[in-house]
């Protein structure tokens, strides 16, 4: 059987469909629906489309016992799924129609759905990504994270403060889930460890359930869709009866209540936040529930324990997931019996392990008391890998038990097969710095699988404009083979075309900046150049060096207002950890940076600057097809990847970039004349922080970055309060880890040769067409493959 596009539905059949769940689904007459009610039945009806080729995908891989891929993650920043299914399906016209016969407008009712948040950022939305190119792909697997009822916090400003506001996705009603009350594990924590039998026995002291809710992922064409299936905490006996009796109704709602903190909200990736017990439980929870889930899978399908590599793979995403080690060979050696020996390689043979940073701060560790506390089992557990794996390499010096702790990469590394860095630059460096000794023992394990996004919800959905213009040139073929994009670098040189992109990129802006005058209330020059910086906020990241460029410029402005100046709109959008005292001051120094700029009658058509509220998927999806320059800065050796760098320059954005993280491939791809590169490289950086007072002689060489530093340092965006930045201004001064002020001279070059690139609009076009024509490379679709061959030795099973 080939598994052929599935027939798409009409107009006519869609718009009955709606129609029918209005009414039987909801319980609503069309002429008294509102928004959320048309939501809903566009929703509902597209889900039945759905969920045969979801029915259907899973029974081809029961009947072939086929080898699926679970990939173990703490987030899954899906956004809406609503257009990413009407896309994946290609029925974008006929949904638009079927609802303009009811009456109803499309873009509205598509923007009626919350964003998914169950994610902080790159981390969480390359699963999602992931997840897409699975289905597209063909290749089963399923997404296990947990169903949040809080995802992350909203975001606001309060006089340039940001204020943080618990975020409830699940109080709007959710049309993607199937709740799976039968598919329930009782998951323990804490107790102590006995011995019958000669077996280790843990008995747990405390229990809750984990309960599956299952939302289908479907692919380009509906020809698969996997399952992504969240797990919520409930009590195990919801309801203290005994309680209620008494009168003690508080006593009698505890135990749901203290149950379903598990599953209450994610964690802010908060790297000054040390080890908080929820953060592990969390972690158990997850990862107890999907392998007691996999192995229901498998027991259903074979009976010998032996052979679950054959029909399992398991991918930690970071080392959130990494008790899964300890647990596999817990339940392999404790409850099925394997030799512990056999139990190591039977789960390493299943396990592997993603690294996503070598930030030491942001390296997972618990100290052994709360480990033992919550899973004394998994520490006994972890000391006997630990000690397998010393009596195998005798001459190692480093151990994943020492100093009273776990480390959870030490462990990730000994209990998986591969481990893969996300860029090859990261990867490289993993070699020789975080995971030396280790590489040095097993020098097969350590791979490279340069991250990628899913030009589906990346290209064709955010960007309808390029993507038709695309379509029209080299026809559909490229959605699902990305490289092809190549195919229109012939059409770049001819002028027409040419023009027709630059209409594309303006329309996007225009349209960006109505938005921001109805939700801001500021207006924006769409033929000004669109500077774009989105990402978490983290000095690495380096949002302070941008702002500090800025400031220059403005500076600059002022003192010749006549020269000839390439108008520029710089956005940032980006949340900080609510712990995370110093991100949070770039905010708020940002936010004043713009107030004063703005409000500047000399600089006002000419220079603008905007802190974007709450960043979240859709906003990037409006911001990333209306960006021209996309600002790529980190400190080299910093950023592990990156993944909006990729989406900038798929939908035809220039980069102004380090040699950090995939910025290094992208340069290649597009061409290093179609990149503006500046800064130290991750050796240079190394090198620099060696020299005393390498920050007072960047300064002392460049006067724009004195005066600049001088401005915020005297409170010029800060009059009522003068001192405000003076922290800000001492740390690049002095210790300036993150080499602002080293490599400011050079990124003020590269801007100032990006104004210039700017002011050639021909030759800016050009460019800019090149990058989209040569990023086909950094589709996630590339990227699943390399996983599929290396890692995971998994197939499609779109032609079985
Ligand atoms: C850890 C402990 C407690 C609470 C939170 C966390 C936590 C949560 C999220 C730690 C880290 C994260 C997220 C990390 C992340 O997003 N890393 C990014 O991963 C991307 C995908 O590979 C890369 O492109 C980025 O370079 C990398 O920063």
Redesign the pocket.
């Known amino acids: 059987m080939n598994i052929a596009t599935p027939p798409r539905v009409t107009t006519r059949g869609l718009s009955d469909a709606i129609t029918r769940h209005l009414r039987y689904s909801f319980g609503r007459e069309p002429e008294f629906a509102g928004l959320e009610d048309w939501r809903m039945a566009l929703s509902y009806a597209i889900r039945d489309q759905i969920a045969d080729s979801w029915f259907k995908a899973a029974g081809t891989a029961r009947n072939q016992g086929a080898k699926r891929v679970y990939y173990l993650s703490?987030?899954f920043l899906i956004g809406r799924l609503l257009e990413d299914g009407i896309v994946n399906l290609g029925l974008v016209d006929q949904a638009r129609e079927a609802l303009a016969a009811l009456g109803q407008d499309y873009d509205e009712v598509l923007a009626d759905e919350p964003d998914a948040a169950l994610g902080?950022?790159?981390?969480?939305r390359?699963a999602a990504c992931f997840l897409e190119s699975l289905s597209t792909l063909g290749c089963p697997a399923y997404g296990y994270g947990i169903r949040y009822e809080h995802g992350l916090f909203r975001q606001s400003f309060q006089g340039g403060r940001q204020v943080e506001a618990p975020e409830t996705w699940l109080l709007q009603r959710h049309a993607w889930e199937f709740e799976r009350p039968e598919a329930r594990f009782r998951i323990g924590f804490g107790g102590h460890v006995e011995e019958r039998e000669g077996r280790k026995l843990w008995l747990p002291g405390e229990h809750v359930d984990a309960e599956a809710y299952d939302t289908p992922i479907v692919g380009w064409q509906g020809r698969w869709a996997n399952t992504l299936r969240l797990w919520s905490a409930k009590a195990c006996d919801p309801f203290d009866l005994p309680a209620f009796n008494r009168g003690d109704f508080t006593a009698a709602a505890q135990p749901e209540a203290l149950a379903r903190t598990i599953s209450r909200v994610l964690?802010?990736?908060?790297?000054t936040?040390q080890g908080r017990e929820l953060?592990l439980k969390q972690e158990f929870f997850l990862t107890a529930a999907a392998l007691r889930d996999i192995l229901a899978r498998f027991d259903k399908e074979e009976s010998d324990i032996r052979k679950l590599p054959q029909y399992v793979a398991i991918q930690l995403n970071?080392t959130?997931p990494a008790v899964a080690g300890p647990e596999l060979v817990r339940i392999l050696h404790d409850e099925r019996g394997l030799p512990l020996d056999e139990a190591m390689q039977t789960a390493r043979a299943c396990l592997s392990y993603t690294n996503?940073?070598l930030l030491p701060e942001?390296l997972?560790s618990w100290g052994e008391d709360l480990f033992g506390r919550l899973l004394p089992r998994h520490l006994e557990i972890a000391d006997l890998i630990d000690n397998a794996h010393y009596e195998a390499n005798p001459n190692r010096t480093q151990s994943m038990r020492a100093d009273g702790q776990v480390k959870m990469g030490q462990l990730s590394f000994v209990m998986a097969h591969k481990v893969n860095g996300?860029s090859a630059l990261h990867t490289e460096l993993m070699k020789e710095t975080v995971f030396a000794e280790l590489h040095h023992l097993h020098p097969e394990r350590i791979v490279n699988q340069t991250?990628g996004v899913t030009p589906r919800r990346w290209l064709l959905a955010c960007n309808p404009r390029l993507s038709g213009l695309i379509t029209e040139t080299i026809g559909d073929g490229w959605v699902d083979d990305l490289e092809r994009l190549r195919e229109l670098e012939p059409a770049i040189e001819d002028a027409g075309w040419r023009q027709r992109f630059a209409e594309a990129k303006r329309a996007n802006k225009a349209e960006l900046a109505e938005y921001i005058s109805q939700t801001q209330g500021v207006s924006l020059d769409p033929d000004a150049m669109f500077d774009v910086q989105i990402k978490r906020m983290h000095e690495y990241k380096r949002q302070h060096l941008n702002i500090l460029e800025t400031i220059a410029l403005w500076q600059e402005m002022k003192d010749n207002p006549n020269a000839d100046w390439t108008p520029r709109v710089t956005l940032f959008a980006g949340k900080a950890a609510p712990g995370y005292a110093f991100a949070k001051d770039i905010i708020r120094l940002i936010n004043d940076a713009a107030e004063v700029i703005n409000a500047d009658p000399a600089t006002r058509d000419k220079l603008r600057v905007l802190f974007l509220p709450n960043y979240n998927v859709t906003l990037a999806e409006r911001l990333i097809p209306a960006a021209d320059l996309s600002e790529q800065i980190s400190t080299a050796g910093k950023?592990?990847?990156?993944?909006g760098n990729m989406k900038f320059a798929l939908n035809g954005a220039m980069t102004i970039g380090t040699l950090d993280?995939a910025n290094v491939e992208i340069r290649e791809h597009v061409g290093a004349e179609n990149f503006f590169l500046f800064g130290m490289t991750a050796s240079e950086v190394e090198e620099r922080r060696a020299v005393e007072d390498h920050a007072q002689q960047a300064i002392a060489a460049d006067p724009r970055l004195a005066r600049a530093l001088q401005a915020v340092g005297s409170g010029a965006f800060s009059p009522d309060e003068p001192d405000r930045y003076a922290h800000i201004t001492e740390n690049l001064s002095g210790a300036d880890y993150f080499l602002v002020a080293s490599d400011f001279s050079d990124y003020w070059r590269a801007s100032r040769e990006a104004d210039a690139a700017f002011a050639d609009r021909a030759g800016w076009i050009r460019r800019a067409a090149l990058n989209t024509a040569r990023s086909g490379w950094f589709s996630s679709d590339r990227t699943i493959r390399g996983y599929m061959r290396d890692i995971w030795a998994a197939r499609s099973h779109l032609e079985d």
């Open positions: 703490m987030e902080n950022g790159g981390l969480g390359l964690y802010p990736d908060d790297t936040e953060r970071d959130h996503h940073t942001a997972e996300v991250n950023e592990a990847s990156g993944t993280g």
